[in-house]
């Protein structure tokens, strides 16, 4: 388990033990891991080539920028400044991202090794950078309600091609904690009525 600061952290790992998972626990060295220019790299080149593709009016980030401009609190209520960061994303360092990748790799392969793991849980989207940056198969399952009534999730997080293994401890701790709750849509009726 990655350790966290998250107040239902020892909850989470006591229905991992109660669900008979050796549960160890394990801190993700993130240092000098900067996922930015490989998200930058993505968005641009993905973006452009999935607007081309599908013939889209607007073609590049740029434009899209223009777009959400005219109107930003019903075009982009979220990641306006990401996708602007992006839209100047110019050549991309392809040798720091492949050490990028190759460094989160190294360190989670390096924890597999000394636990014998297989996978990792976190809490939530808690402590995912490295297994990102690494392309790491993540998958979060419905584990718990806060206080006030928010879901809470458990993240597995799997190994390079093991996205398999992945989704069967998922659906398994699934199964055996019944959490996930069917979401009240009264509100969104309200607010198609609206």
């Known amino acids: 388990m990655v350790k966290s600061d998250h107040p239902m952290q020892d909850e989470l790992r006591q229905v991992l033990a109660a669900l008979e998972a050796v549960v160890v626990d394990v801190e993700f060295d993130e240092r000098g891991i900067d996922n930015l220019q490989i998200i930058n790299h993505d968005l641009f080149t993905d973006f452009k080539n999935f607007t081309t593709r599908y013939h889209y009016p607007i073609q590049n980030l740029a434009d899209l920028v ?9 075009n982009a209520c979220y990641g306006q400044r990401l996708i602007e960061e992006a839209s100047n994303y110019q050549t991309p360092d392809k040798l720091f991202i492949t050490q ?7 360190r989670l392969n390096q924890l ?6 297989s996978a990792f849980v976190s809490f ?4 995912v950078l490295l297994p ?3 392309g790491y ?14 879901p809470q999730g458990a993240t597995f997080i799997g190994f390079k091609d ?3 293994e992945l ?15 069917q979401p009240d849509l009264t509100l969104l009726a309200q607010i198609k009525s609206f």
């Open 66 to 74: 223009s777009f959400n401009q005219k109107n930003l609190q019903q």
């Open 100 to 106: 990028q990748i190759e460094l989160a790799r190294k």
């Open 112 to 117: 597999r090794q000394a636990y014998q793991l």
């Open 124 to 127: 939530n989207y808690d402590k």
């Open 132 to 134: 990102a940056v690494g």
């Open 137 to 150: 198969p993540e998958l979060t399952v419905p584990f718990a309600f806060d206080a006030q009534g928010v």
């Open 162 to 164: 093991e996205d398999a």
């Open 167 to 181: 989704l069967t401890l998922g659906y398994a701790f699934e199964q055996a904690t019944k959490a996930r709750r």
